[in-house]
């Protein structure tokens, strides 16, 4: 049987896409910077782009190719990723650029520095780099005993124990949860927060474990101010390493934009795969197509 294509908005293609991006992730344990963890807590919050049809191909197995958009207020974020070489990504991301381009708005994408073919499809549909790199991604492996301690004065709890409104309302909407718990992956035993002896947030850390791939991933982590510089985001990064090697994770992904978070995930057994680079395309910009 040959490739087929569907136009998918919503649910169903969040379904589709992380389909897609287990199969890759499968293939390549650790190369890629995205999983399917990543767009369902994309999807904490309604977006603009939620329900705009994209273009998701199928091959005899289930969806195999896709570009997609994820929209935010001023920069939308455009990506693309095929298993195996049915579909080119030019193809996709010129899928996604079309749906973009008739809301007139600017887009990013977010593309490791050794992915060659990917950097040639971007910069010949109007990308531009930037001049450093914005982050990267790490991993960690979860084969060895993690015994997180918890300092005097403060304790853990997950959403399964705690009541009340969620500590990420504050920065993703009234709605974040109720949108969480629509997705796939999301467990409430793994969305971690760390209050002291009155009850006070002191931080929050949300961890995904997908059981197929059988990969973890961390997203987002927040210590408020009030508590920094006190070793608490290691506390929930090791409690939550803690549960995902528990649950059956053998690795478990971070991403990174500055060197404080760096260290911060080095320290606590992260190993630095990619550096990533965040490339630019302005409103407006047609795209011209070369092979992948």
Not at 138 to 158: K, N, S
Not at 262 to 279: A, E, I, K, N
């Amino acid at each position: 049987m040959g490739i087929s294509v569907l136009q998918l908005a919503g649910h169903d293609r969040l379904d589709a896409l992380s389909t897609i991006l287990r199969r890759a992730r499968q293939q390549h344990q650790t190369s890629g910077i995205w999983d399917a963890a990543d767009l369902q807590w994309w999807w904490r919050k309604p977006r603009r782009s939620d329900d705009l049809a994209t273009s998701v191909y199928f091959d005899a197995v289930g969806p195999v190719a896709a570009g997609w958009l994820t929209s935010s207020e001023d920069l939308w974020q455009v990506d693309c990723v095929s298993v195996g070489a049915e579909v080119d990504r030019a193809t996709l991301l010129n899928d996604a650029l079309q749906v973009v381009d008739q809301h007139g708005v600017p887009v990013e994408m977010l593309v490791e520095a050794e992915d060659r073919s990917l950097w040639a499809v971007a910069i010949a549909a109007g990308f531009t780099p930037g001049a450093a790199p914005s982050g990267g991604t790490a991993w960690c492996d979860l084969h060895q005993p993690i015994r997180p301690t918890v300092p005097e004065g403060f304790h853990l709890v997950d959403r399964k124990q705690a009541s009340g409104p969620h500590p990420m309302v504050e920065r993703n909407g009234a709605a974040v949860e109720d949108r969480l718990k629509t997705t796939a992956l999301y467990d409430p035993s793994f969305d971690l927060s760390l209050v002291d002896a009155h009850d006070n947030l002191a931080g929050y850390a949300l961890f995904w474990f997908d059981p197929i791939t059988r990969l973890g991933l961390l997203e987002p982590l927040r210590i408020l101010d009030a508590f920094q510089r006190r070793g608490l985001a290691s506390v929930l990064i090791n409690e939550g390493l803690r549960r995902l090697r528990h649950a059956g994770a053998t690795r478990c992904k971070v991403g990174f934009v500055d060197e404080h978070a760096r260290r911060l995930y080095r320290s606590c057994g992260f190993v630095q795969t990619s550096v990533d680079y965040q490339l630019l395309r302005d409103r407006g910009t047609a795209p011209r197509l070369v092979d992948s």
